[in-house]
């Protein structure tokens, strides 16, 4: 995986340096609250309900077990004892002190780690596929092109104020496991047929997001070959800086701009903005890709077992659930879910952190992922290591069979820490999880993405869940919408709405009404997704409201 | 130094990386400067497009682009336009201009800070400084890291 040179270590001090001087100014009153706001955002540091929040970046969910190791010690410092993993592949701490967060962020930078924009009005975190670089289906590696987005958008003077925030996903296989039409920029790495045989580029998906508006980027440009990307991206942005709405927050995302243009016309200005920067010399030296990209060459593999020994059933169903396909047929790379039955979605004890940062040691060549879905990916895993592997997973309470089932649900931090949240979003995943868990009816309805927003915000994705519950407050009490139908996935869709809103209880009882719908009309080898797709809405309204 | 709490005049340039003489008349919008021949100082607001002011770019002396808000970031983007198109004049950030912009204002293309209430001196020093090295290619001309990695 990619290691800092001097240089971008020296980027990372220099912020931290930065961030030590804004607070230290705040503190001696010569920066008013609102204007330290938006410094300390871009530093990760949100006020919460309760206390302060530091998001840590996780750039493409990548990361070492030394890093995984600090981001565990940091829990247990700083912290309560818990890091919190995000659907932006990033850890937040959600009990931290304004006067210790420029002492983490140097303790992040020893592992050079930061908390740069992860949150403000900027271009956030680069997000990826969590199984790159081990994936089957894969392309190529998408990471090395993250990384070169990762320098450029780091401190980019000209975008560190724009209309919102702006989140870009990089994934190179037709399979897309980052919601990359979910996002502001949605690149794929793709190759078509060129003079000398197969040419790699970039696709670009502009306009994309989920919020309050939720829409799926269209596609602006089939192809940008690599030594424009950056080029193409920095006139996407500039088009969106200049233009993108600043009356109202709410629409505010390059979403509403591309919308409100139409793709057509937003194109015709970046196509022209591009054509213009072509000759400013923006695109680093071509070069830069090529020292990138053996950073994410292949570690040593080894021939080994293809198979497991499934006389253990636990072990065996956990193999079914939680691997997956790996390049390499003597690997695969395993889930480890954090979701335990009744636990809190994504969320993990500093030793677990540690414990997992080991194990990616051990197992794993050295390298852990962070997926979107809050869970964490051990990439190159041996499969005749699989059974020690999940004897230890299982004894940290991080063995839970479930990886994209019901009880894999995303949740948001909702009314119990966030200051924007209508509803709480954990309680109602603990008991959904307990529900079917003790009912086995987990097993049965096999892959079901469950995700609840506490607010129309959707930091829990509602509207891509094949179910989405959306908390929303109604005169002082918390009422649960359900929805249906949506998805993250290269088959892209937005989750409609079934109908009047749910007590809790009401909630649950629906999600279970639903489910009692699909498995009673689904056809052989059909999800819940496809059977939504194929019976419509009607049947499961019926269910819910007659 | 005078009272930091008073506000001070826009026209008042607080920091000035140029050796040349300030031009010492007012500004005009950018519409009046589309429509007048002899105005040689332009104000932009953040609505304005600042490429309607290419075709004049050789009579002006001074380009002040207006933050009327820090968070408002379009005249960023209206300085690198205008020095990508060759402008050598001075470019001035007015209005709600801080310390902690200072720097991407600088790399942005500006020579010039009339900020409304007068910055610190060491603070905005430190804050100039802030960048050994730098990621992106802008008209500020400095070698990127990229450029110096494959030198």
């Given at each position: 995986m990619y290691s800092y040179d001097q240089y971008d270590q020296q980027m990372v001090d220099a912020r931290v340096a930065e961030f030590r001087d804004q607070a230290h100014r705040r503190l001696e009153g010569k920066l008013t609250e609102d204007q330290f706001k938006p410094l300390r955002l871009m530093n990760g540091l949100y006020l919460q309900l309760h206390a302060y929040m530091l998001r840590v970046a996780i750039p493409y969910g990548t990361l070492n077990s030394r890093q995984m190791t600090a981001l565990g010690d940091i829990a247990d410092k700083y912290d309560r004892g818990y890091g919190h993993f995000t659907t932006r592949q990033n850890l937040q701490y959600n009990w931290i002190k304004l006067e210790d967060a420029a002492d983490i962020l140097a303790d992040l930078a020893k592992v050079e780690m930061h908390a740069i924009?992860?949150?403000?009005n900027c271009i956030r975190n680069i997000s990826s596929d969590?199984?790159?670089?081990?994936?089957?289906?894969?392309?190529?590696?998408p990471r090395p092109y993250a990384e070169l987005l990762r320098q450029w958008s780091s401190f980019h003077p000209e975008f560190t104020y724009l209309p919102r925030k702006f989140k870009i996903a990089v994934i190179a296989a037709e399979?897309?496991?980052?919601?990359?039409?979910?996002?502001?920029i949605g690149i794929q790495i793709i190759e078509k047929d060129g003079e000398q045989g197969g040419e790699i580029g970039a696709r670009f998906y502009v306009g994309g997001g989920m919020g309050r508006t939720p829409m799926i980027a269209p596609m602006i440009r089939d192809f940008v070959p690599l030594d424009q990307l950056i080029t193409y991206s920095e006139a996407c942005l500039r088009v969106y800086n200049r233009y993108?709405?600043?009356?109202n927050k709410y629409k505010a995302r390059i979403k509403i701009l591309v919308h409100e243009l139409g793709a057509e016309e937003y194109t015709r200005q970046v196509e022209q903005e591009f054509a213009h920067m072509l000759?400013?010399?923006?695109?680093?030296?071509?070069e830069e890709l090529e020292r990138i990209k053996p950073f994410f060459d292949d570690p040593a593999f080894e021939d080994g077992?293809?198979?497991?020994?499934?006389?253990?059933p636990d072990f065996a169903l956990w193999v079914d659930r939680n691997t997956h396909r790996h390049k390499h047929d003597s690997y695969v790379s395993a889930v480890i879910s954090?979701?335990?039955?009744?636990g809190i979605p994504g969320d993990a004890t500093g030793e677990q952190i540690r414990i997992m940062a080991r194990l990616a040691k051990q197992y794993s060549f050295d390298e852990l992922r962070i997926m979107h879905t809050q869970n964490v990916v051990?990439?190159?895993?041996?499969i005749e290591d699989l059974h020690a592997l999940w004897t230890a997973l299982d004894a940290a309470?991080?063995?839970?069979?479930?990886?994209?089932?019901?009880?894999d649900m995303i949740a948001c931090p909702?009314?119990?820490?966030?200051?924007?949240?209508?509803?709480?979003?954990i309680p109602l995943a603990q008991r959904i999880s307990e529900k079917f868990d003790a009912s086995g009816k987990t097993e049965k309805l096999g892959e079901l993405k469950l995700k609840i927003s506490g607010?129309?915000?959707a930091c829990g994705h509602h509207h891509a869940g094949h179910i989405g519950i959306l908390g929303v407050d109604r005169k002082g009490v918390e009422n649960y919408q359900l929805s249906l139908g949506?998805?993250?996935?290269?088959d892209t869709s937005l989750a409609k709405i079934t109908g009047p809103g749910f007590t809790e209880d009401g909630v649950i009882e629906a999600v279970e009404k639903v489910t009692d719908v699909y498995l009673d009309a689904r056809?052989?080898?059909?999800?819940f997704l496809d059977t939504y797709r194929r019976i419509g809405m009607a049947p499961f309204k019926e269910a819910l409201y007659d | 130094m005078t009272n930091p709490d008073l506000g001070t005049s826009?026209?008042?340039?607080?920091?000035r990386f140029r050796d040349d003489e300030p031009a010492d008349h007012g500004t005009v919008t950018v519409d009046a400067c589309c429509d007048q021949?002899?105005?040689?100082a332009v104000r932009i607001e953040p609505?304005?497009?600042?490429?309607?002011l290419l075709p004049f770019l050789d009579r002006l002396a001074l380009i002040e682009v207006n933050f009327?808000?820090?968070?408002?970031?379009?005249g960023y983007s209206s300085a690198r336009i205008l020095r990508e198109a060759g402008y050598a004049g001075e470019l001035r950030a007015v209005g709600d201009v801080l310390i902690d912009q200072l720097s991407h204002m600088r790399r942005c293309g500006f020579d010039a800070f009339a900020p409304d209430q007068r910055l610190d001196e060491d603070d905005a020093a430190r804050a100039f400084a802030?960048?050994?090295?730098?990621y992106q290619r802008t008209v500020d001309g400095r070698k990127t890291i990229q450029e110096t990695r494959h030198e």
């Open positions: 924009q992860t949150s403000g969590h199984f790159a670089g081990a994936a089957a289906d894969e392309l190529v590696d399979k897309d496991r980052a919601a990359m039409r979910l996002h502001d993108g709405r600043r009356d000759d400013q010399g923006v695109e680093p030296p071509r077992a293809k198979h497991v020994d499934r006389s253990d954090l979701k335990p039955v009744g051990l990439p190159h895993v041996k309470d991080l063995g839970a069979p479930n990886m994209d089932s019901i009880e909702g009314l119990d820490y966030c200051a924007l949240a209508n509803a709480r979003s607010c129309i915000n949506g998805s993250e996935a290269e056809e052989d080898g059909e999800r | 826009p026209d008042e340039v607080q920091f021949t002899n105005a040689t609505g304005d497009d600042a490429r309607t009327p808000a820090y968070g408002d970031g379009r802030t960048w050994d090295n730098v």
